[in-house]
């Protein structure tokens, strides 16, 4: 048995741990914060097609060291998951990797609303976390930008009584503005191009439907203020929505473009400042209701090329949890908003069942974020070099403990 003794719940008591073992050991916690294993409910883990990025092995043990143990995977892989087919073929990998990495991470899988497919959806209805809806252009090719499919979906997705989780970017707006831009090469632009109201128009028309259908509707990466109000009042209206933001529409601003280039583009993209503070201020009212890492990898000579041909998206499953306890240490954040936003939220909106695992913290640990040190295949983070305090040391799922410290020795026994 190892046993971990005067770990610090959030409340302030203080806790003993127990995971089964062969060995007899006790750990003194009393420097470690207690937390339940972390959800993450918008990963790219780009297992099937896009292995160069990232793969199941290689990102479950990045889930781990940054304190998730339950993700839920996004469906614009090669080829997306549209089928029921390609959705069993899908989870067969993620189980192969899985196994291969020696770590069971739970996981869920969306389901990608594609208008040639619409029949597939009754089938799948109880394997799937929800469907996935592009209404702008993003990774792959999925995008649904004509009004008919648009509202077949919501229709569809009432009727099955499933989670319609919706990019909201207007496709016709954005290309208008694409064209608009034209002339400009340099990755600001890449703001300009789907500025907020290309997100706006997408969200009142989201939200219009979920009203005329009832459907469940989960606003992902919201990213502008203007959102946000409109989110709030759909709430106060009864409609049944739910919003999502991410550490870098949280964290980052579109200054980053100068020192970033291509490692800062990511859609919805990186907004002014002051639409930081409305995405922090609507954590603090509860408009906001959950924090996905939006992981999406790609490698660094992807991420080098010009605007244009640089693909967006960010790797960021280490560095939330460390990015939102910094935020707490800095007394922008309670520990109980923070729980809500990674563990009790997603847990409601999803309905994921309860579990034992738990992850305990260092919150006294202050360090740069190091990309030599990161797990994620790609290995590079928009946040390099930037000192955040609160970093996992130990994650227990299941019946699996995992010291982060000994990361090399157990991707070691993994292989």
């Given at each position: 048995m190892i046993t971990f003794s005067g770990a610090l719940s959030p409340d302030g008591s203080r806790r003993t741990l127990s995971v089964a073992s062969e060995k007899e050991e006790e750990?003194?916690?009393?420097?470690?914060?207690?937390l339940p294993g972390l959800i993450d409910p918008h990963v790219h883990f780009r297992t099937p097609g896009m292995e160069h990025k990232e793969n199941w092995f290689s990102?479950?043990?990045?889930?781990i060291c940054g304190g998730y143990t339950t993700v839920f995977d996004m469906p614009n892989t090669q080829p997306p998951t549209i089928t029921a087919q390609l959705l069993q073929q899908k989870k067969q990998l993620i189980e192969e990797q899985l196994a291969a990495a020696g770590i069971l991470l739970r996981y869920q899988l969306y389901f990608g609303a594609d208008k040639n497919h619409f029949s597939e959806i009754p089938a799948i209805r109880q394997k799937v976390a929800g469907i996935k809806v592009f209404m702008g252009c993003s990774t792959g090719n999925l995008v649904i930008d004509d009004d008919?499919?648009?509202a077949a979906i919501f229709e569809i997705a009432a009727r099955e009584n499933m989670l319609l989780a919706v990019h909201a970017e207007d496709e016709t707006l954005m290309q208008q503005r694409k064209r608009h831009f034209a002339h400009r090469k340099d990755f600001a632009v890449h703001s300009e191009i789907r500025n907020t109201a290309v997100a706006v128009k997408a969200v009142e028309k989201a939200l219009a439907l979920a009203k005329k259908y009832g459907t469940r509707l989960y606003i992902l990466h919201v990213s502008a203020a203007e959102e946000i109000a409109l989110i709030r009042a759909a709430k106060a209206e009864g409609v049944c929505v739910f919003a999502e933001t991410t550490p870098h529409h949280l964290f980052l601003d579109d200054s980053a473009y100068q020192p970033l280039r291509g490692k800062a583009q990511v859609n919805p993209p990186l907004r002014a400042t002051a639409h930081c503070a409305a995405v922090l201020a609507a954590i603090k009212d509860g408009v906001i209701d959950t924090i996905g890492s939006d992981h999406a990898p790609h490698t660094c000579d992807e991420k080098s090329l010009p605007y244009g041909e640089c693909p967006s998206g960010m790797p960021g499953i280490e560095t939330t949890l460390p990015l939102l306890l910094t935020a707490w240490d800095a007394g922008l954040l309670t520990l109980d908003e923070i729980i809500a936003l990674t563990c009790n939220n997603p847990r409601k909106i999803f309905a994921v069942p309860e579990?034992?695992?738990?992850?305990?913290v260092d919150?006294?640990?202050?360090?740069?974020?190091?990309?030599?040190?990161l797990a994620t295949r790609c290995k590079w983070s928009a946040f390099a070099g930037r000192q955040l305090t609160g970093w996992p040391v130990y994650v227990k799922l299941r019946e699996q403990l995992f010291c982060i410290a000994a990361r090399r020795s157990w991707i070691n026994t993994a292989n």
């Open positions: 750990i003194d916690a009393f420097g470690l914060l207690l990102a479950a043990q990045a889930a008919e499919s648009l579990n034992n695992d738990w992850v305990l919150i006294k640990n202050r360090k740069p974020v190091e990309e030599s040190r």
